[in-house]
């Protein structure tokens, strides 16, 4: 994720009880979104978009007679529940449903929303190149939880034009058109996930095809030869076997779509990343310019399936995939490039802490980020990994990275979950470590 939209993407489901809740589980949520299924059709020349969306939920603890959901500046057209229509109050951001009966804790609902809405962020339309992707903000475009922590399934019928080729979140299940023309693209997320990695690409892409292990690769591209895509692509296969290395757990799904478009910082998401076509030809012209490559693949661990729990610990996202594609230079080109990627981190971040701008890396908000702040979750973050590696030694600490990350897969975490595996795999009490360089304590 290298982005400005996270920080938009906040917004826990708040849920407003009939009687006061019952004492709310360990991390605080009320409710939890099990799977959601939805169909969306983008019109990429009107900027628009349309959608329906089928939410899964059940009541964590308490009893509720409304809940809200994040909408952005969608319009809601209808909200159902088994067919029956309800009343909902649009709230800034945010729409708030009333339940026809009150849900108690452990009981599940399944509340059906159609709606509207031309996003502003979340989902970009590049006319021109007849292409349309999602960009994390995810209830731009879907009505949803947007609070990182709420993992789960996705299932998307994407309906385009014909002759467009599109990536999803998940496996692609099925084509199939429709008499109007257009395309209805099915992909189906099984493993649950943060619902800013939801999403997809659609444009007039050509593919490669590659593998490693059981792991199918796709590179895609608009204006790129498929010689070029294998070039730009080529270090992926090594990439993947380095990460499922040092994370000790292997790669989650059966497939991995890289996919060039029109414009971004570079964005991961669940099985797929997008990069831009100037980051192509950049690699094209440097074979060396990896290091965003590596960063977004190193996301499908670090971030995808180990998220933080909400973005105060955003640093568990950014900082490690910083650091990993330090370490993924180390692998492929040697000791002095990596140490060269965390000079260069290191002298971003003292230049912020001699401006006064030092700041612990777990945030006490994260909802206005300045450029300084980015700087302390994503190189602060990256040069205090390689100096917990310099401190207790590569056996340790790499050792350490395979437990936090074993023990956490498939979970939400905090900055103490990280320490507690970091300690209890070493066998050392980093408290001190952690007060000075994570927590900035005296
Ligand atoms: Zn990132």
């Given amino acids: 994720m290298n982005m400005q939209q996270a920080y938009r993407a906040c917004a826990f489901l708040v849920l407003v009880a009939a009687h006061p809740l019952a004492a709310a589980p360990p991390d605080g949520r009320l409710f939890d979104v099990l799977g959601y299924v939805a169909t969306v059709r983008p019109d990429i020349q009107g900027g628009t978009v349309t959608g329906d969306v089928s939410i899964h939920l059940r009541l964590l603890s308490g009893k509720a007679e409304t809940i809200e959901l994040d909408r952005a500046d969608l319009v809601i057209d209808e909200v159902r529940q088994q067919g029956r229509r309800l009343d909902f109050d649009l709230l800034p951001r945010r729409v708030r449903v009333h339940l026809p009966t009150p849900v108690a804790r452990g009981e599940s609902r399944e509340l059906a929303i159609s709606y509207h809405g031309a996003p502003r962020s979340g989902l970009r339309f590049v006319a021109e190149r007849q292409q349309a992707y999602t960009i994390f903000s995810t209830s731009e475009w879907l009505v949803c939880v947007d609070a990182p922590d709420d993992k789960a399934t996705f299932?998307?019928?994407?309906?385009?034009?014909?002759?467009?080729?599109?990536?999803?979140?998940?496996?692609?299940?099925?084509?199939?058109?429709?008499?109007?023309?257009?395309?209805?693209?099915?992909?189906?997320?099984?493993?649950?996930?943060?619902?800013?990695?939801?999403?997809?690409?659609?444009?007039?892409?050509?593919?490669?095809?590659?593998?490693?292990?059981?792991?199918?690769?796709?590179?895609?591209?608009?204006?790129?030869?498929?010689?070029?895509?294998?070039?730009?692509?080529?270090?992926?296969?090594?990439?993947?076997?380095?990460?499922?290395?040092?994370?000790?757990?292997?790669?989650?799904?059966?497939?991995?779509?890289?996919?060039?478009?029109?414009?971004?910082?570079?964005?991961?998401?669940?099985?797929?990343?997008?990069?831009?076509?100037?980051?192509?030809?950049?690699?094209?012209?440097?074979?060396?310019?990896?290091?965003?490559?590596?960063?977004?693949?190193?996301?499908?661990?670090?971030?995808?399936?180990?998220?933080?729990?909400?973005?105060?610990?955003?640093?568990?996202?950014?900082?490690?995939?910083?650091?990993?594609?330090?370490?993924?230079?180390?692998?492929?080109?040697?000791?002095?490039?990596?140490?060269?990627?965390?000079?260069?981190?290191?002298?971003?971040?003292?230049?912020?802490?001699?401006?006064?701008?030092?700041?612990?890396?777990?945030?006490?908000?994260?909802?206005?980020?300045?450029?300084?702040?980015?700087?302390?979750?994503?190189q602060k973050g990256a040069y205090v990994l390689h100096l917990l590696r310099e401190q207790i030694g590569d056996d340790m600490f790499w050792a350490g990275i395979r437990r936090y990350t074993a023990t956490h897969a498939g979970g939400s975490v905090t900055t103490d979950d990280f320490k507690r595996s970091m300690e209890e795999s070493s066998g050392l009490n980093l408290g001190a470590f952690f007060d000075k360089w994570v927590y900035v304590r005296q």
């Fill in 155 to 378: 299932d998307l019928r994407l309906v385009l034009p014909a002759g467009l080729k599109a990536i999803g979140t998940g496996t692609l299940v099925s084509e199939r058109p429709e008499p109007d023309g257009t395309i209805v693209h099915r992909f189906r997320q099984k493993r649950r996930a943060s619902s800013y990695l939801f999403g997809f690409a659609a444009g007039r892409f050509i593919e490669v095809k590659a593998a490693r292990g059981n792991t199918a690769l796709r590179y895609l591209g608009d204006g790129f030869s498929p010689d070029e895509l294998s070039r730009v692509f080529r270090d992926t296969p090594g990439m993947l076997d380095f990460f499922t290395r040092r994370a000790g757990v292997a790669y989650p799904l059966d497939t991995y779509t890289q996919a060039l478009v029109a414009n971004t910082a570079g964005q991961e998401a669940w099985g797929f990343s997008l990069l831009s076509d100037a980051y192509g030809h950049a690699v094209l012209d440097d074979p060396a310019a990896i290091s965003l490559i590596a960063h977004e693949l190193a996301h499908q661990w670090w971030g995808n399936l180990i998220t933080c729990q909400d973005w105060t610990h955003f640093w568990l996202n950014e900082g490690f995939a910083t650091f990993m594609a330090a370490a993924y230079d180390e692998e492929r080109f040697g000791r002095e490039v990596y140490l060269r990627d965390i000079d260069r981190a290191r002298v971003r971040y003292e230049a912020v802490r001699e401006a006064g701008g030092d700041r612990s890396l777990v945030f006490p908000d994260w909802n206005h980020p300045t450029a300084n702040d980015r700087t302390i979750v994503y």
